[in-house]
């Protein structure tokens, strides 16, 4: 939608592509025309991260034909890419939902990861999820697994974030963690995600560059819900 779109994507993509491990991801609900995806210019390390929103099924077209054409074609072109399927505590929304995940779920090189949902936009607080719709969305429970949980004898066990989820493993309270995750706001405000750290990027231009190594930080949080946080390391005392 931005006028400048392909430009900033240019800029973003030399950027990250400084390190060898840069990757320049896009976040999209795939509403666009199909033409969006099919002439977009294609960079190698860069991502398309599709959110299925079911609340928003017009916008998709029947049987939500246009995001499915729009994933195809992403793939297609040979761009990695991530479905986010909003899971919604309504069971209103549980069918489309179903139905959505059956259409994808054959699309080879496609990653589909259920998102539960943040109460108030807080990513220290989930919505009221009963046991009910745990045992609809069963089938998120053999989904690969990427998170690692480590026990002190060093025996090691994959969970996915629904057996996360399902099983409450998200309470890091009082645990040491090696938050390293930052957000750069429109006006340039730098934000440590988790704690009260706010600095002006532009009087600290090389905030970033400064940073020598992560250390570790108490986790004063009852839980920790956004799976970029839960991806973090954490060690308990």
């Given at each position: 939608m931005h006028p400048h779109y392909d430009e900033l994507i240019a800029k973003c993509h030399k950027a990250i592509s400084k390190h060898k491990d840069g990757r320049l991801y896009v976040t999209t609900n795939g509403s666009k025309e199909t033409k969006f995806f099919e002439n977009h210019k294609f960079y190698d390390n860069m991502y398309f991260l599709f959110s299925f929103h079911p609340e928003y099924e017009g916008k998709y077209g029947k049987d939500f034909k246009l995001l499915i054409d729009n994933i195809k074609t992403a793939i297609r072109k040979g761009f990695r890419c991530k479905v986010n399927v909003m899971l919604h505590n309504d069971e209103k929304f549980w069918s489309k939902t179903h139905k959505f995940v059956d259409a994808i779920e054959d699309i080879e090189k496609l990653e589909i990861h259920p998102h539960l949902l943040?109460?108030?936009?807080?990513?220290?607080?989930?919505?009221?999820?009963?046991?009910?719709?745990?045992?609809?969305?069963?089938?998120?429970?053999?989904y690969e697994g990427y998170f690692t949980f480590e026990d002190s004898e060093g025996n090691k066990k994959l969970f996915n974030d629904y057996n996360i989820f399902q099983s409450e493993l998200t309470q890091f309270k009082g645990w040491d963690c090696w938050n390293n995750n930052y957000e750069i706001s429109y006006d340039g405000i730098i934000h440590r995600v988790c704690f009260e750290e706010r600095v002006e990027l532009i009087r600290n231009i090389y905030f970033f560059r400064d940073i020598k190594k992560i250390c570790p930080v108490t986790c004063?949080?009852?839980?920790?819900?956004?799976?970029?946080?839960?991806?973090?390391?954490?060690?308990?005392?």
């Open positions: 943040y109460a108030d936009g807080d990513v220290h607080q989930l919505e009221d999820y009963n046991n009910q719709f745990y045992e609809e969305f069963s089938r998120f429970q053999e004063p949080h009852a839980s920790c819900n956004c799976d970029g946080l839960l991806k973090i390391y954490k060690e308990k005392k």
